[in-house]
């Protein structure tokens, strides 16, 4: 049987937690990337969000960021590898706490926005976010981009890692995630986004924004949590999924994370 991880970020508001689309969305997939605090999220919405995982049985991973909460992380910064190690294992143990506290565990560490995009091309940024995974627990499995920067670094070090492709965003013929300040970045249907992600699954290519078909291998698919049509796409998408007899569920710790 295919199986596919479906992934969503969640807890990203901050000072009330606005939990409608979270708590609407958790049932359709299975792993969830919890912001920590730095982009968005505070205790309080870290908690919420932890016990909502729990309820619903899905994996839970931590979601860290540059320390950018106006720019909701979306601005690269200026920080050296050291910088981002310290931020990259603050955050990891903050999520990290609020499992532990109910009697579950971290399953995955993802990063955010523009450290994210930093890490995948940058192998100080890349293994610097690795090395604080790594030594915080090295059986945490690192989501990222396929054959990227962070993908390599993971490699190298004996950390599992998830390969993620995008279900609500475009990519160009590079095979780089379209700008967010291009108007055609964001794909809101869920037609044209349930069709990229069955591509994806089964053929390991994606059409570019311009029409070229390129590689693209994922173990994982995400779904932004804080987009306008998340809850139609992941509703529709989940159910493409089990019409076609794909299992989702999240991807389990390998012998070679474990060491």
Do not use: W
Not at 61 to 89: C, K, N, T, W
């Amino acid at each position: 049987m295919i199986k596919i991880d479906l992934n969503c970020d969640m807890g990203e508001s901050y000072g009330h937690f606005v939990i409608g689309q979270d708590e609407a969305i958790m049932p359709f997939v299975s792993s969830v990337n919890i912001a920590c605090g730095f982009h968005g999220g505070d205790p309080r919405i870290i908690h919420d969000t932890v016990r909502l995982a729990q309820k619903h049985k899905v994996a839970i991973g931590a979601h860290p960021s540059y320390p950018d909460l106006a720019g909701f992380g979306r601005r690269e910064m200026p920080l050296g590898a050291q910088e981002v190690y310290d931020i990259v294992l603050y955050q990891i143990g903050a999520v990290a706490a609020f499992t532990k506290a109910g009697d579950s565990k971290l399953h995955h560490v993802k990063p955010h926005g523009a450290l994210y995009n930093k890490a995948a091309v940058d192998d100080e940024i890349a293994n610097a976010i690795v090395n604080a995974i790594f030594y915080f627990d090295p059986s945490l499995i690192l989501y990222g981009p396929p054959l990227s920067q962070l993908y390599y670094a993971a490699k190298s070090t004996g950390l599992s890692y998830c390969s993620e492709a995008f279900a609500d965003r475009t990519y160009t013929e590079q095979g780089q995630l379209t700008p967010r300040q291009n108007t055609d970045a964001l794909i809101t249907n869920e037609n044209i986004a349930i069709e990229q992600v069955l591509q994806i699954i089964h053929h390991k290519t994606v059409k570019s924004i311009n029409g070229t078909v390129i590689p693209l291998a994922a173990e994982t698919i995400c779904i932004h949590g804080d987009g306008k049509y998340a809850l139609q796409i992941v509703s529709r998408l989940r159910s493409a999924l089990n019409e076609k007899g794909i299992s989702v569920e999240a991807p389990e710790v390998t012998d070679e994370s474990k060491k």
